[in-house]
């Protein structure tokens, strides 16, 4: 186990000081991706996509009722927004979008989340949406107060469960899930 997270860590490093390199050759944003869990990052992405005129992806937002009404008050065009309930967490934030990124040509995508979780979303994201060839540019929504850090060990187990998707095409989490003998009552 402690070579697949050593292994995790030197794939995550390579790849964050490649992503300095790749930058300049990238296309400009073509996506903005909200993941969903804090309303003010929904906010946020709105404000983002009527500045920019980006298309909108939340993965897994708030409801729909209060993203439609959030979208027109921010004047977007429904067409350009795009609403995905199919995710439960950060990995599947990714998993559930990014095939449908890669065949639309997307290439650059705006990550909007909150701070205090922009680490472990942008380590499961460079590594999910890099193996189709996404790059993340990074909009960080203040938490303020309200910041909670997350663990070493959460940021790291998300990573590594990312790098065993990329790999395997499966979610770690789920895997476990399966070969967990019942619980006994």
């Not at 992503?19 to 404000?47: N, T």
């Not at 298309?55 to 995905?84: C, F, I």
């Not at 990124?101 to 999910?128: I, Q």
Request: charged share 20%.
């Amino acid at each position: 186990m402690w070579r697949l997270l050593l292994g995790a860590g030197l794939v995550v490093g390579l790849w964050s000081c490649g992503a300095k390199l790749v930058e300049p050759l990238l296309p400009p944003p073509q996506q903005i991706l909200v993941l969903g869990g804090d309303l003010e990052r929904e906010e946020v992405g709105a404000q983002l996509a009527r500045s920019t005129q980006l298309p909108l992806l939340v993965s897994s937002g708030s409801n729909a009722e209060y993203a439609h009404w959030l979208l027109a008050r921010h004047g977007l065009d429904p067409s350009k927004v795009q609403l995905d309930y199919r995710a439960s967490d950060t990995l599947s934030n990714y998993t559930s979008v990014v095939d449908e990124l890669h065949r639309k040509g997307v290439r650059h995508v705006l990550l909007v989340t909150s701070s205090d979780h922009m680490e472990r979303a942008l380590l499961v994201g460079r590594l999910v949406a890099g193996s189709r060839g996404v790059y993340l540019s990074p909009v960080a929504v203040p938490c303020g107060n309200n910041c909670v850090p997350e663990s070493r060990r959460k940021v790291w187990g998300d990573g590594l469960r990312a790098l065993v998707w990329v790999v395997s095409g499966k979610d770690l989490r789920q895997q476990l899930k399966l070969k967990a003998p019942p619980a006994k009552h």
